[in-house]
C-alpha cells in the first residue's frame, strides 16, 4: 500500500510477488507435501504399535528361532517413513530457495526502484531502501509459514476436536460420604464409546454384597476391561446406573482410594526400597504393619534374608523380583490399602500354572473379608468365588456358581474341563 501510494503499478508488482510467497507457497506446501506429511504419520503410528507389539513378544520371536524375521518385520516401514522423509526433505528445500529467490528479487526491485523514483530526493531513496533491507528478516517467519500449513493435514482431527470442546466449567458432581458398604449395584447398564455404533456393554445388571466374590470371564474383546472401567467411575454409562451403597460411582469419586484396590497383571513397583514400596498402600502405616502385610503374603522368609532386608531396593519396575513375588508385594500394598472392594485384573496371566495357583490360594486367602471383582480368561482358581459370569457380546451369556455351572451347562463343563488338560 506504501509503495502503491507512489506508484501503483510497482505496487501492484510487489502485492504479487510478497503474495506468491504468503498464499500460493503455503497452498502449494498443502497440495503437494500435505499428503505425504499425513501418509508419514499414519505409517509411523502403525509402526510404533507393531514395534510395541514385537518388542512385549521378543521373548516369543527369540525362543522359536525368528530373529531375522523379526528384524525384516521392522525394515519395511522404516524403509517407507525414510522414502517419504527425503521426498519432504527434497521439497522444503526447493520451496524454501524459491522463496528466498522471490524474496530477493521483491528487494532488489524495490531498491532499484527507489533509486529511480527518488533521484531527486537522496533522503526518500535513503528511507525506502532501508525498508527494503528490513524486509530481510522477515523471510524465515514466511518460510516456515509454508512448513506449518503443510502440516495441517497431520493435526486437522486435533483441531477439530480443540475447536468442539465446550468452552464452559465441567460440571462438578457433587461428592458423597459413604457410609458402611452395602452393596456395589449395576442397574441395566449399557455403555457405548463416541463414535462407536456397536454397545460393548448391552444391558447388565449385577449385585454384589460385601465380601462377595465374583469372576469375570469371556474372550478378548467382549466387554471385561470396560465393565471394570464403569465401576471404578473411569467412564460414564451411557443409561443405567451403578451404585455403591446407593450412591452413584460418579458421587464417590474423592473416595476411590479408600474404595477400591486394584491389582492387575502388571503391578508398577518403584526404584526405591521394599518397605517404601509396600508402604504406598497406605503412607502413614508404620514399619510393623508393613512387614506384617508382607507376612501375610507368605513374603518375610524371602525379605528377611536378603543383605538389606525390608531396604533392599527392587530396581526399576521391580526386577529385582520375580513376576510371582511383585505380585505379592503388590498384594502386601493392597492390605494395607485396606479397602472393601478388590479388583483383580489377570494378575496371574504371566505366571507359570503352579505359581498361579499357590498366588491365588494367597490373595483369596488374605482377602477373604473383601468384596472381589476378579477378571480371568481361564478357570484355574474358580472354586474360590461365589459366582461366574461370562461376558460375551457386552452381556452376561452365563452365570451362576461355579457349582450349578459345572452340573448344569455343558459349555461351562468343556470349558472347566480343557483348562485342566481333559
Known sequence: IGIGYFNWAFGLLMLVLLGVIVLVMPLLSVAVNGRREFQARQVQRTFYTQLTDAVLGLGDWLISGRRHDFLAQQDAPIDEIAKLRRADHHFQWWRNFAIQFIFGAAVILLVWWAGVMFTHNQAEANWVAAFGLALFPTVEPFADMSQGVSEWPVYQDSIKRVNALDENEPEQVAQTTIGDLTELKLDHVKFTYPGAAREVIDDLSLTLHPGEKLALLGPSGTGKSTLLKLMLGDETPTSGQITLNGEPIARLQDQRAQLFGVLDQQPYLFNTTVMNNVRLGNLNASDEKVMAAVKAVELDDLITRLPAGYQTQVQEAGSRFSGGERQRLSLARILLQDAPIIILDEPTVSLDPITEQHLLDTVFDVLHDKTIIWVTHHLAGIN?????????????????????????????QSLYNLDRGR
Open 384 to 412: 474360590h468365588v461365589d459366582q461366574v459370569r461370562f461376558i460375551e457380546d457386552g452381556h452376561f451369556d452365563m452365570q451362576g456358581t461355579p457349582a450349578e455351572l459345572y452340573r448344569d451347562n455343558p459349555r461351562f
